[in-house]
């Protein structure tokens, strides 16, 4: 068994939960709040509990307001939990001890950490200082990383002039300087086109696999996910509902599978088979029970001409939607 | 200290991009020192030319001096910490193995050095305006630059502890207002200290506040002998140690609080 003080990240029972005023609508209860306030308890995160491996890339997906990022802020720091415990790297995260935070690294999506109005080299150079990163070691990787993003003409531009995709790309490059063995990523395609996510996709693999960093990634792109994790933490409303392998999502939370079928003489009834999606005189979608699926394609094969046939899982964005929308979060399958 | 000239570069960089509202606010310096010129020279000429032992010439040199050292002690406001914490904008510092105080207090020393070039024109309007008497003497001047700085760290601490209070209350800005008003009369930003009552200076005495202003301005224009130069850079320590030993001690329990709302 791996001794707990290796495993990078461990959480614990962890939970967080937020004081937040409340008052009814109009002008009367306004003033009223003025002489008493009255607040809500509202949990964001409840008891959850996961470990990420080194090397790990871990994706932590959820609805908006599902506990994600409260969860993350608290593994960087930034929150002090209610209650239970996480360690990072051997740490508590909300002691921000500089030992920690000199080996681990944020990024979210949505904000911008380099200096707005300077080129994101001086930025570069300031996070040189703040980390205490050794002159040749910065001068190495950051020509790297500008090298492999082909940053170099917009590195010396002022942030504030960049493109969000560019931001991006910067804010990157200046969260890995200091090669951080853990890295928090928080929507870090949000808003880029399908290029730009890719680039960055692949940016953050290569140096997952170069330097055998542990990544918790959040990103509401199915495109991220599954091009990047092998596993996945899914919660909701503050709990965690799934904690395995992203093949294991739809076994667990779709009961279906999509075959794909194309024919010249495609039966009438395809309705009795499954849910059809798609219909045409030579092509057609049918969804059915995974348990069906060999018993339907070999109707399919014995009653048509059948030109091409595949078998599909359920699209991982259908999946997550199905996990979300389940009131229970459970299986979609109402039978079982 | 690595970190420091960094930090102080990035803080210079920074504000060399906005040189013009530099000037502009040094432009704007001018108005507040100047009406309490025009009002205070107007006393001392109908009293024959001097009021409570000062001449016009040196309250002239009094609030030239004043707008350097209100450049100076300029810091990072409280109601800008109500804006940081209620945006959640002091995520992207406690992310980094370097305290928020560093950050900003580098940011505004570096930014300094530019709202010093913007302020020569200023002090040279003001100087062939007023007609100012200066003592160059060396002890007046190298107690003068000290002075300066250390009314710098004791206003940023003063401000920085009291920006605190956010953490607890969304009033922060009346409070900064109260901060506002006691310092206008208790720090010889209105006036010197000798043209109060008896009973504010006396007060002024036991708080922090006359050490970013009248203190360094009476280093530099001559009204303070070597040894209370000496003993105020004591005080301006004193007070420093002080308000860093509130702050760490609330700041210990202020960040508990903290939401860090949004992304």
Redesign the interface.
Known sequence: MANPLDIPVVVDALSKT?KVPVREAGLGQSVMSLFKREFRDVEAVKEIRFTLDTGEIVGFLGPNGAGK?TTI?ML?????PTAGTARVLGHEPWR?E?EL??R???V??????L?W??PAV??F??N?????IPEDVFQKRKGEYIEILDVADIATK?IRNLSLGERMKMEIVAALLHGPEVLFL??PTIGLDVTMQRRLRQFILDYNAQNGATVLLTSHYMADVSAMVSRVVVIDHGSILYDGPLAGLSDRFSAHKTIRVEATDLPEDLGQLGRVLERNPARASIEVRREDVSTVAGHLLAVATVTDLAIEETPLEDVIDRVFTSESGGSDDTQN | MRYYRAGMRIGFQREIQYRVRAFLMLFGFMIEPTIYLVVWTSVADAQGGEIAGLTTGTLAAYYIVWTLVRVYNLAYAPDAWEWRIREGRLNEFLSQPIHPFHRDFTFFAGAKFVWTLAWIPVAVFLTLIFDPVFDWAVINVVGFVIALWGGFIVRFLMLYALGMINFWTTRGSAIFGIFIASELVLSGRLVPLELMPHWISDIAAWLPFKWTFQFPIDTFIGRLSPQEIVSGIGFQAFWSIVLALVFVLVWNRAIRRYGAVGN
């Open positions: 937020f990022t802020k960087t720091g930034l929150l002090f921000r500089k935070l000199r681990i690294a944020l979210m999506g949505q904000r911008n950490n200096a109005d300077l001086d930025s150079e300031l040189k200082a703040i980390y205490g002022p928080d929507e």
